[in-house]
């Protein structure tokens, strides 16, 4: 016999609890048993007034938001949908049932205001570095650190190129985006604009072709990242530029030691991090061990000798060819290139190893870097088992990257701007560790 099912009929009473509705194997019980915002909730205080009506609970906007960047919900339209219709989302934000979901345009609204000038995002990040720490999830030995190029939201065609001027007309009717471009510009007191190809929609976004293809407009988000579990330490945003790069880590290692005291024995990056000024602050400034590859152009491809094959005497300042001649600074040069070493034409012209060593030039002349002892404890360093073993450790970092824009679906930012694009790249990274933690209590 067929069955046929009923129709619904309304209950005058009936009993109904989350609690028992959602798995005691979901992810957001291990996150709930860890997330405890209460100092979160001190430190915004103060950004709120005291009198009014009462506003959203910023606690629930900052769950909502955790949900919606751990299951990969882009749109804060859909998240505040998902949290009306999924039980486990309603049970994670402590809304009842009947408990109204608030609507999206107060995200934006809290962003722009409140949320940006007390920093919300940094403390919410920091009070979940801080319980992955306590739960000894983070060792602190050794650090790894990498950048990811991810696109704006800014289309290709509404740009200008170098050298075109551009009229933004009134800053105070301009798009907030624009805002920030030129006040960016005002405090650094550049009364002219780089030439460079820059988008009307977000002049903060860099022009790249770096991943191969056609160009686009983006940002780099920067991780740094204990090696012990791969937890993310901190997290910067940057443009697409190996310069900017570089002085995003160097920000990050030291607002590390400075706000949680650690300090790494070791560095991994990529060559990238290998330039002569980032291995001389490692090494000179911060006593940290470079485990990266040396950026270095001073070996030759045509067959002549390198400039490994010449010895430097570090006594009398100078360098020795290998036939024995010696290549020292000339006192004419002292002012302008201290730096620069040069052998006498006399030993050159009659060295039997001229076609060997510069034969188009009179003399052969060497360029040392005045970091090159930190160069030389980096080159050290790649020829032991723990620069072996960074080399495969530094793989976490790939993954987190290859995490962040597969499951977290964060391809293409949502948001404009520096500001922008760091709220987003925050939350993002705040995520993986509330994770990790989450399964770190399962698993126990």
Not at 98 to 115: A, E, L, Q, Y
Not at 170 to 193: F, T
Not at 389 to 411: P, T, Y
Request: aromatic fraction near 10%.
């Amino acid at each position: 016999m067929m069955g046929q099912q009923s129709g619904i009929q309304e209950q005058l009473f009936f009993c109904f609890s989350l609690e028992n509705h959602v798995p005691k194997d979901h992810l957001l019980r291990g996150i709930h048993r860890l997330l405890d915002l209460g100092d979160f909730r001190q430190q915004l205080a103060g950004f709120y007034s005291p009198i009014g009506r009462p506003s959203i609970d910023p606690e629930l906007m900052i769950r909502m938001l955790i949900l919606g960047y751990c299951f990969g919900i882009r749109s804060e339209r859909r998240l505040c949908e998902e949290v009306h219709l999924n039980l486990a989302y309603r049970w994670f934000c402590r809304l009842d049932l009947d408990d109204p979901v608030p609507d999206h345009s107060t995200f934006s609204k809290n962003r722009h205001g409140r949320f940006r000038e007390s920093q919300a995002f940094r403390l919410l990040f920091e009070t979940v570095l801080q319980r992955c720490m306590a739960e000894g999830l983070v060792k602190g030995e050794g650090f790894a650190t990498d950048a990811s190029i991810i696109k704006a939201d800014a289309q290709r065609q509404r740009r200008v190129e170098d050298g075109e001027t551009v009229d933004w007309g009134d800053s105070e009717q301009a798009s907030r985006p624009v805002r920030e471009y030129l006040a960016a510009l005002e405090e650094i007191n550049d009364p002219k604009e780089p030439t460079r190809t820059l988008s009307l929609t977000d002049p903060a976004a860099t022009w790249t072709a770096a991943p191969g293809g056609p160009a686009f407009f983006a940002y780099c988000t920067n991780y740094l990242i204990d090696l012990e579990a791969g937890i993310i330490l901190d997290v910067e945003a940057s443009k697409v530029n190996k310069a900017a790069e570089v002085d995003a880590t160097r920000t990050m290692i030291d607002r590390v030691e400075e706000k949680f005291d650690l300090k790494p024995e070791r560095l991994v990056g990529d060559t990238n991090y290998g330039s002569a000024a980032m291995l001389g602050w490692l090494v000179d400034e911060k006593g940290i061990e470079p485990h990266v590859p040396v950026f270095d152009k001073s070996e030759r491809t045509d067959g002549t000798f390198g400039r490994s094959d010449f010895t430097f005497d570090a006594d009398n300042n100078r360098y020795i060819c290998p036939a024995g001649k010696f290549l020292k600074t000339s006192w004419r040069t002292k002012k302008k290139d201290p730096l620069r070493y040069r052998a006498s034409q006399y030993d050159c012209l009659a060295c039997p190893l001229k076609e060997q060593c510069c034969p188009n030039t009179l003399n052969r002349k060497i360029v040392r870097s005045p970091f090159e002892s930190a160069r030389d404890v980096a080159r050290a360093i790649t020829k032991t088992e723990a620069y072996k073993q960074s080399r495969k450790e530094r793989k976490k970092v790939e993954m987190l990257f290859a995490h962040l824009k597969r499951i977290l679906r964060l391809g293409k930012l949502r948001l404009r701007g520096f500001s922008g694009a760091l709220d987003e790249f925050l939350l993002a990274a705040t995520c993986p560790k509330s994770k990790a933690n989450g399964e770190k209590v399962d698993n126990e």
